[in-house]
């Protein structure tokens, strides 16, 4: 055998004697682990049911908890529940002087359980909480890591549908305020303390996606409540969500000013077309009712007047408005008709009359002398007056001679001037009042 084979040979028991060790060394240190364990956690040794002391062991002080969250999506905002929904990693961390345990010179740097039970926990809860459970695929999500210097950090992935009182007067230009509220259910103040990490407690997924909403900021506080039984820590988190418009200025606002402008085109139809102008009339009225009902089913039934409900009131009117000018345009005709015949009438007589007068005056002139037609003609100048300087506008109507005639020109320009002032004032209203009544 050679020098060379015999070189190989050697190296190969060699790498399987280190790798043994390394094993063994692998083992025992596992074996450390759980005799860490069962020395801070074995029975008898540590009762998860007292709390930890205060800061330096100090009996008196509360025990301080440091929450952090991280917000991993808001799948929905409901306005008709007025509710939304949130899945978040929740983390509190707090030290407890009963575990500390030696690292084994920097090698042990934290243990991890999977039973929160093992251990004292706080008892947080969320106290706008409608609706919550645990992930438990594939194996539950929560761990627990206890640090060298007895520090516990708690960890859990939870999805939470939340209350979110809403103001709805500014609806669909609204901003909302959609708070989640932690707090202690049973330690008091005395014993139990929750406080914000220092430094970013609270974390947003990049690329947050919301369907009609726009979360603009948030904002870490606390809201301490206090009752007969004492006072409790809450620590509280305000999102704040903008409404995204361009889905409600398709869906609503330019249906509803095409609907309006379609029931102006009864006005440029004859008014003897009366089977047209009644079923336009009649159509835009009763799609817009239904435009008005829909927005309405997917809203809450408040007690005050929503920016929506401004709008489409208003629409409604202006439809029904031009139904009611056609009845208004039909009266003015079927009068105008019968008044036209008795004119004519009233004509023909005069006409007689006329002529029979002129008759008279005739023979008349030819019996009085010169004197007393002399007299008459200067009492006729004398009556005679000035011509009055003509009305433009009475010009211009005097080209339509009928008055129906007269009622659709002039609703022609008067409502879409009206409607315009309307979309004038509204706009103006509501958009400086969403900058005026923000407050955060």
């Known amino acids: 055998m050679g020098t060379g084979h015999f070189f190989w040979v050697i190296f190969y028991f060699a790498s399987l004697c280190s790798a043994s060790l390394a094993n063994n060394a692998k083992i025992n240190f596992r074996e450390k682990e759980k005799k860490v364990l069962d020395q801070i956690l074995g029975a008898g040794k540590y009762d998860a049911r007292i709390r930890p002391s205060g800061i ?15 917000l991993r999506s808001i799948s929905k905002i409901d306005d008709y529940k007025m509710e939304y929904s949130v899945q978040l990693t929740f983390r509190e961390q707090w030290t407890d002087e009963r575990l500390k345990f030696d690292d084994i010179q920097g090698r042990l740097k934290y ?24 992930h438990n695929i594939i194996m539950p999500n929560v761990y627990i890591r206890i640090f060298p210097n007895g520090s516990v950090l708690y960890s859990i992935r939870i999805s939470l549908t939340l209350a979110c009182p809403m103001n709805l007067k500014l609806y669909p230009l609204d901003r909302q305020i959609c708070s989640l509220r932690m707090a202690s259910y049973g330690w008091t103040t005395n014993d139990l303390v929750f406080l914000w990490k220092e430094g970013d407690p609270v974390q947003v997924v990049k690329n947050l996606h919301l369907p009609r909403f726009t979360l603009e900021k948030f904002l870490t506080d606390y809201c301490n409540s206090k009752t007969n039984t004492g006072e409790y820590s809450c620590l509280k988190v305000d999102l704040l ?64 007047t929503k920016a929506i409900d401004v709008w489409t009131g208003v629409c409604l009117t202006f439809v029904f408005g031009a139904l009611l000018e056609f009845a208004l345009v039909n009266y003015a005709s079927r009068s105008g008709s019968n008044k036209a015949n008795m004119h004519k009438e009233n004509m023909k007589k005069k006409r007689r009359d006329l002529e029979q007068a002129s ?24 009556h005679m007056q000035a011509p009055k300087r003509p009305n433009c506008c009475k010009t211009w109507l005097s080209k339509f001679p009928t008055r129906s005639k007269r009622i659709d020109v002039i609703s022609r320009i008067t409502f879409p001037l009206v409607f315009a002032l309307f979309n004038l004032v509204y706009w103006s209203t509501y958009l400086f009042r969403e900058e005026e009544d923000e407050t955060f």
């Not at 077309?273 to 009902?293: D, K, N």
């Not at 005739?362 to 009492?379: E, G, I, K, V, Y």
């Open 359 to 382: 008759i008279d005056a005739a023979s008349d002139l030819l019996d009085t002398d010169s004197n007393a037609t002399f007299a008459m003609l200067r009492q006729c100048e004398v």
């Open 56 to 70: 330096n062991g100090t009996e008196n002080l509360p025990t301080y908890v440091y929450v952090n969250m991280f």
């Open 111 to 134: 243990l991890t359980l999977t039973e929160a039970n093992r251990v004292w926990m706080p008892d947080l809860f969320f106290s706008n909480e409608k609706e919550g459970h645990f």
């Open 241 to 304: 969500f903008k409404r995204e418009f361009s889905y409600y200025l398709i869906q609503i606002y330019i249906p509803c000013c095409m609907l309006v402008i379609v029931s102006w085109v009864s006005f440029w139809l004859d008014q003897g077309a009366v089977p047209a102008r009644v079923s336009l009339g009649v159509t835009t009225l009763l799609t817009m009712a239904t435009q008005t009902s829909g927005i309405n089913a997917s809203l809450p039934p408040v007690s005050y």
